[in-house]
């Protein structure tokens, strides 16, 4: 499980490393170069699935088949 995610702003461009949560989904995050508070896209579930690199834990989980992955997301 990859627990580094690289958020990019959608606003200004701003690309910054962030350890995402394990048993929850974020659902505001405030970019660190323009202060958006970005929230997650329509139809998904945070912001890591929105506009990281690498999507939420739950989410992996939930592609990789694991059994009982906790899930936040819906999927």
Do not use: N, W
């Not at 048993?23 to 329509?42: E, F, H, V």
């Not at 989410?59 to 088949?65: F, M, N």
Request: glycine share 12%.
């Amino acid at each position: 499980m990859i627990l580094e995610s690289i958020i990019t702003c959608p606003h200004c461009g701003t690309a910054k490393p962030e350890t995402m949560p394990v048993d929850a989904c974020q659902i505001i995050y405030d970019c660190s170069g323009c202060g958006a508070a970005l929230r997650p896209k329509t139809g998904e579930c945070c912001v890591f699935c929105s506009y990281g690199s690498v999507p939420c834990p739950p989410i992996q989980a939930e592609r990789s088949g694991a059994a009982g992955a906790a899930s936040c997301c819906g999927g």
